[in-house]
């Protein structure tokens, strides 16, 4: 894509008409955001409303700025490019404090215009601000890849790999699109939407004026014009703000490395021991089941057994599986005097194990299975199922950015299931948990006899 920054543009009421349609509300429910941007200004252009709500809602904000933009007036007689990068390095810290962010831009200085020279530089610097974010649900912010700007698809093309690697969230803002493109260049398919609060959208207005370098005439001279016209800076007014997921945005399923790092730094990652919440929803399960006794119980992903424990005292013999060996290792510790009760290392659904079972449990395990391991999973689980077998769901309801899905989705695809019938559901806000069986069968009522 070839444009130039002076002409006119696509006007913003092409673009008014084009977004009046329903977008998908960009989820914000993360403990930390990231922003690459490959120049200063990117992130006040594309995503400062964001940024200026997360930080009302105190969520903490890395930005990393991968050039100082010096190449931006190559043919200025007042700036010569590192005056330029100097000056649009402060811009950035004026526009970060207007926003509300705490922690200081970090600048690479690397060449504008070269990023593609130093893919290797930028991946490690994101991957040490990921390292330092672990554990947290993490958002990686920017610009998009299809923008009609080099460096701006090189840094979306690094992000995105260095997230999809490590199963981070990662969502891309187009800048330069308003200006070269139409409705018909938008991937509307991949697009979500953020609202933006007068006051947020405010923050965002005072951000850009910021960056005074690119909004005004560096001089009067010639060479030294504005970069972004007052008809460009129209599509920065707006009250959302758009976003793109990454292209075959359905995402692998969680692998070892992510519950390896959680086990290394929490004893008790998700508080099964430490929080009522936790136990409480144990309780709820155990009560859920529809039969006083099991022969052959199977847990999928234990954990540290808080469960299994529960499991055991109403079933002559279980079998619990984790791919942690750090979360074994504790539930070992836990069922040690339990001789009817089996652990096991397994990633599943790959390795699932042989036999058959009249009770399965799958319990805050089948969101972390995305693309198609969801349905080989849940295939397994009902083909390990015995003629009078029931399989217990349990998912968390919100939603939470590591996870490829939500645990709605997981109980919508049982729900289609059409080997199953439902006996029991319980819906919170907070979790939903179902009891399925195979066709045919009987209400715990029917099989006590109290009803025929």
Request: proline share 6%.
């Amino acid at each position: 894509m070839s444009f130039d920054h002076r002409e006119p543009g696509t006007a913003e009421g092409v673009w008014t008409t084009a977004l009046a349609r329903d977008l998908p509300v960009l989820d914000l429910d993360v403990d930390r955001i990231v922003v690459v941007a490959a120049h200063p200004d990117d992130e006040s252009l594309g995503a400062a409303g964001l940024l200026a709500t997360a930080a009302a809602r105190g969520i903490p904000i890395d930005l990393l700025v991968v050039t100082d933009g010096e190449g931006s007036h190559p043919d200025s007689p007042t700036h010569t490019p590192a005056t330029l990068g100097l000056r649009r390095r402060r811009e950035v810290f004026a526009a970060a404090e207007i926003l509300g962010l705490v922690t200081a831009p970090t600048f690479l200085a690397l060449p504008d215009g070269g990023t593609d020279e130093y893919r290797e530089a930028i991946s490690a610097a994101l991957r040490d601000v990921l390292d330092r974010a672990a554990p947290a649900r993490v958002l990686v912010l920017s610009p998009w890849s299809g923008d009609g700007h080099r460096d701006h698809r090189v840094v979306c093309e690094i992000v995105e790999k260095v997230c999809a690697a490590r199963q981070v969230r990662s969502r891309a803002f187009p800048i330069w699109l308003w200006h070269w493109g139409g409705p018909d260049d938008v991937p509307w398919d991949r697009a979500e939407h953020l609202p933006l609060s007068p006051r947020n959208r405010d923050a965002k207005t005072r951000a850009l004026a910021a960056h005074t370098s690119q909004i005004l005439p560096l001089s009067a001279a010639p060479g030294d014009e504005e970069m972004i016209h007052v008809r460009m800076r129209a599509h920065f007014t707006r009250d959302s703000e758009v976003f793109f997921a990454p292209v075959g945005g359905e995402r692998r399923s969680v692998g070892q490395d992510y519950f390896d790092d959680m086990y290394a730094r929490h004893d008790d990652p998700w508080g099964f021991d430490s929080r009522w919440y936790e136990e409480r929803k144990r309780a709820v399960l155990v009560a859920a089941l529809p039969r006083r006794r099991y022969r052959a119980t199977f847990e999928a992903g234990c954990s540290t057994g808080a469960l299994t424990a529960s499991l055991a005292g109403r079933s002559d013999r279980v079998l619990a599986v984790d791919l942690a060996p750090a979360a074994l290792a504790r539930a070992r510790s836990r069922l040690a005097d339990r001789e009817h009760v089996e652990l096991r290392r397994a990633t599943l659904p790959d390795d699932w194990p042989e036999g058959e079972f009249d009770l399965v449990v799958l319990s805050e395990v089948a969101y972390y299975w995305g693309g198609v391991d969801l349905d080989r999973g849940l295939t397994a689980s009902i083909g390990s199922l015995s003629a009078d077998g029931h399989l217990v769901a349990c998912h968390w309801r919100h939603p939470v950015a590591d996870y490829p899905r939500t645990g709605d989705e997981v109980h919508a695809a049982l729900a289609a299931r059409p080997d199953l019938v439902r006996l029991v559901r319980h819906e919170e806000e907070d979790f939903v948990l179902e009891v399925f069986a195979r066709p045919g069968a009987r209400s715990v009522a029917t099989e006590a006899g109290l009803v025929s």
